[in-house]
Nanobody, 123 residues
Framework: QVQLVESGGGLVQAGGSLRLSCAASVRTFSSYTMGWFRQAPGKEREFVAAVSRTGGTTYYRDSVKGRFTISRENAKNTVYLQMNSLKPEDTAVYFC????????????????WGQGTQVTVSS
């Protein structure tokens, strides 16, 4: 069983930055592909970014490329999402997710999810 706890959300003005963290309670964190997803009010949950098990490969949705950076520290069982140049359309609940050996299919079928953290970007 994997437990994921997100933190770092909040209210920020457009153009500002936030860093989200996700701490995983699992023995073999490096066995899991990690992803960030988000869900805005009235919309479906969408993929934001993912990082491979070693941290060597990252993936992003087009709308956040160049603004968001996903990274992980396997020694700390933690994955991060650095969000810069935030826009009002980035407002959503952000979820951390884990997928066992999921590097080849990083968009879907994540096994474990956190409870989410709210990010609100004001204009």
């Amino acid at each position: 069983q994997v437990q994921l706890v997100e933190s770092g959300g909040g209210l920020v003005q457009a153009g500002g930055s936030l860093r989200l963290s996700c701490a995983a309670s699992v023995r073999t964190f490096s066995s899991y592909t990690m992803g960030w997803f988000r869900q805005a009010p009235g919309k479906e949950r969408e993929f934001v970014a993912a990082v491979s098990r070693t941290g060597g490969t990252t993936y992003y949705r087009d709308s956040v490329k160049g603004r968001f950076t996903i990274s992980r520290e396997n020694a700390k069982n933690t994955v991060y999402l650095q969000m810069n140049s935030l826009k009002p359309e980035d407002t959503a609940v952000y979820f951390c997710a884990a997928k066992y050996y999921g590097d080849n299919h990083y968009l879907t079928d994540y096994n474990y999810w956190g409870q989410g953290t709210q990010v609100t970007v004001s204009s």
